[in-house]
Every structure is written in C-alpha cells, then in structure tokens.
C-alpha cells in the first residue's frame, strides 16, 4: 500500500506559475503509476495528468498540454507538477494519486490519493 502527501498549493495570478510536489511512501512504489487530478468547485474530480515511475512516460489531459508538466524523483519518491501560464480556469482542489495504469490516455484503477493541496488562480 502507498500513502501519498501532496502539498505546494497556493495563490497566483493569471500567467504566474506553481509547482505542485507528492511525496509517497509505502511498498512497492514503482509499481505504480502516479497521476494528478483536480476539482474545481461545484464540479467532479478530473484526470490532469500522469507518469510511469519506470519509464517516465507521461500522459497529459489536452487542456493542459505545453503548459502543465510532471516529472518525478526516484531517489525521493517524490513526483511533481510544474504549472505554468497558470488560467482562472485552472483554480481547483489538486489531488495526486497513485493508480494501477493508464487507460485511454488516464489514470485508472486508483489506489491512494493525496489530502489535496488548494490552487487559486486570480484574474
């Protein structure tokens, strides 16, 4: 089982740019593949983004593309989401997770979610 911490949240300007970390521990960590989602209010939880701890291969919701990257560090178990030309639209609970794969371009089969660290975007 993996637990997953994620914090970094905050608030910006429209443009300013973020970085997001999730620290995981647990067995077995590169088996999974780790993912961000977000919420914004009023509205379901949706994919963002993912990455294979193995291969590095990464999986990005097209809204996103050119401006949100995610990367990772092995050694601290960490996974990050740099975002930047950050857009109102982009405010949201963000949430990192850890799933068994990736199917139609997101992550599936959840196992662990982070508590969720805040982003605000102003206009």
């Known amino acids: 089982q993996v637990q997953l911490v994620d914090s970094g949240g905050g608030l910006v300007q429209a443009g300013g740019s973020l970085r997001l970390s999730c620290a995981a521990s647990?067995?077995?960590?590169?088996?999974?593949?780790m993912g961000w989602f977000r919420q914004a209010p009023g509205k379901e939880r949706v994919f963002v983004t993912a990455?294979?701890?193995?291969?590095?291969?990464?999986y990005d919701q097209d809204s996103v593309k050119g401006r949100f990257t995610i990367s990772r560090d092995n050694a601290k178990n960490t996974v990050y989401l740099q975002m930047a030309n950050l857009k109102p639209e982009d405010t949201a609970v963000y949430y990192c997770?850890?799933?068994?794969?990736?199917?139609?371009?997101?992550?599936?089969?959840?196992?662990?979610w982070g508590q969720g660290t805040q982003v605000t975007v102003s206009s």
């Open positions: 997770a850890a799933g068994r794969g990736v199917v139609a371009g997101k992550l599936y089969d959840v196992r662990a």
């Open positions: 647990g067995r077995n960590i590169s088996n999974y593949f």
């Open positions: 990455i294979n701890w193995n291969s590095g291969r990464t």
